[in-house]
């Protein structure tokens, strides 16, 4: 049986490769999302790990749902029964955002072509998406008669706005690269053959920070979509001092005065 993903590692590069290009890369399968979880949670555990790079094998991203399991008793998310069904989405593929959610190793989506349904929420489970000219999205769910079921009401707006989220949900319209730059669903858009090297030059211009800096950063922005500001305040001074006890914040200071290039260590 062919890996369902890939992983590999280039210093301190992870880069993550959905791989079953002949079904479009779909996520809804428990062994993708257990794989996918299993994979990024060591990431975040390994401190070495500075950045991710999620991309799809072959011309789509990723299709989201697989169609062929949508049937009752598919072996798919939808049962017979609605309460299995609930709790198919439960332990299936709503553990992908809770996992995203929580992760504070930084995640770029290489999005190298068609990004539909669960496939276009995918992305915006991670932190920065970068877009080859040939990518197209598409919150379809509409169009099959069902909801966004793995939390695509709660990214979705949170990216693009209200409006535009509302727009894209409720007539289930595809969009280009072109258009998804435009309204900030992603922040470059690469010709198709330069799209790993674009997101690999941001991944190491993140990986160049010191690593509990990056990492600390992350789990502010992530608590802001939630958080008021007060709280974050508060956590902003705690995770501050803990910046500040690291070797790496002094050797920082240490390189500006002496006008050198700082040579941080993860400590």
């Given amino acids: 049986m062919t890996d369902q993903i890939l992983q590999a590692r280039d210093g301190g590069i992870l880069t993550i490769t959905l791989n079953m290009p002949e ?5 809804s399968d428990v062994s993708v999302v257990d794989q996918l979880c299993d994979a990024f949670m060591a990431a975040d ?11 799809g094998a072959g011309t789509v991203f990723s299709s989201g749902g697989d169609l062929k399991q949508m049937r009752p008793d598919s072996g798919g998310l939808r049962a017979g029964l609605p309460a299995e069904t609930r709790r198919n989405y439960k332990y299936g593929i709503q553990r992908l955002p ?18 539909i349904g669960a496939g276009l929420d ?3 489970m991670c932190d920065i998406r970068i877009a080859a000219s040939s990518a197209k999205f598409a919150e379809s769910f509409v169009r099959l008669g069902i909801t966004p079921g793995d939390g695509g009401a709660w990214l979705l707006p949170r990216i693009v706005g209200f409006s535009k989220a509302t727009e894209l949900a409720l007539t289930g319209d595809t969009i ?3 258009e998804a730059l435009r309204i900030g669903l992603v922040s470059q858009v690469v010709d198709d ?6 997101a690999r030059k ?26 008021d500001l007060k709280n974050i305040l508060e956590m902003s001074a705690a995770m501050q001092s803990l910046a500040h006890a690291t070797a790496d914040n002094d050797e920082a200071i240490t390189a500006f005065l002496e006008k050198r290039s700082p040579e941080f260590k993860g400590e």
Avoid at 50 to 55: N, Y
Avoid at 99 to 106: G, R, T
Avoid at 205 to 227: D, F, S, W, Y
């Fill in 122 to 124: 995918l992305t915006t």
């Fill in 202 to 227: 941001v991944a190491d211009k993140i990986a160049a920070n010191p690593t509990h800096a990056v990492r600390m950063t992350k789990r502010l922005l992530r608590e802001g979509q939630t958080a």
């Fill in 193 to 198: 053959a330069e799209l790993m090297a674009a």
């Fill in 176 to 178: 280009d690269a072109a």
């Fill in 23 to 27: 079904k479009r890369n779909p996520i």
């Fill in 98 to 115: 809770m996992m995203f959610q929580a992760l504070e190793v930084p995640v770029i989506a290489a999005v190298n072509g068609a990004a």
């Fill in 45 to 55: 555990q390994d401190i070495s790990v500075r950045c991710v790079i999620l991309t």
